[in-house]
């Protein structure tokens, strides 16, 4: 929790071969309307540019973390990677070609706090 009593949450996102995607999804994991919030990235080894996307976002953003695997190890441990680096108790997963609506990550740690869950899902929209 940080000094506001929010708890941190850390959006994992593996991406393999996502260059073209990866913009708009750390886009949408970065205009959260929650704070405090981390976001792990995890290039699994990807032969396009997802590497240097990543880096450059995270050169804009603190709360933007990488780490890069040298050879694809599939996405189970790029996720189990991510969550080795998260820092919070509270964790989404998000596939590197998704988007999440402003108020996601808020709406989801309210329903988890009010109903003591320990999992929160959500609907999705297709466009």
């Known amino acids: 929790m940080d000094s506001s009593g929010q708890p941190l949450v ?3 996102v593996p991406a393999y ?3 073209s995607y990866l913009a708009a999804t750390w886009a949408a994991c970065l205009a959260q309307d929650y704070e405090p919030l981390e976001v792990i990235a995890v290039d699994d080894g990807s032969s396009d540019d997802t590497g240097a996307i990543m880096h450059d976002y995270a050169t804009r953003d603190r709360r933007l ?4 695997y040298p050879v694809n190890q ?3 441990v790029a996720r189990n990677v991510g969550l080795g ?3 919070s108790t509270l964790v989404k997963f998000l596939d590197s070609d998704d988007l999440l609506y402003t108020n996601t990550i808020r709406a989801q ?3 988890l ?3 003591g869950a320990d999992v929160a899902v959500s ?3 297709e466009f």
């Open 65 to 68: 973390r990488t780490f890069s």
């Open 74 to 76: 599939g996405q189970c």
């Open 10 to 12: 850390a959006i994992i």
């Open 113 to 115: 706090i009010e109903h």
């Open 85 to 87: 680096l998260a820092k």
């Open 109 to 111: 740690v309210k329903l």
């Open 123 to 125: 609907g999705f929209s």
């Open 17 to 19: 071969n996502r260059g």
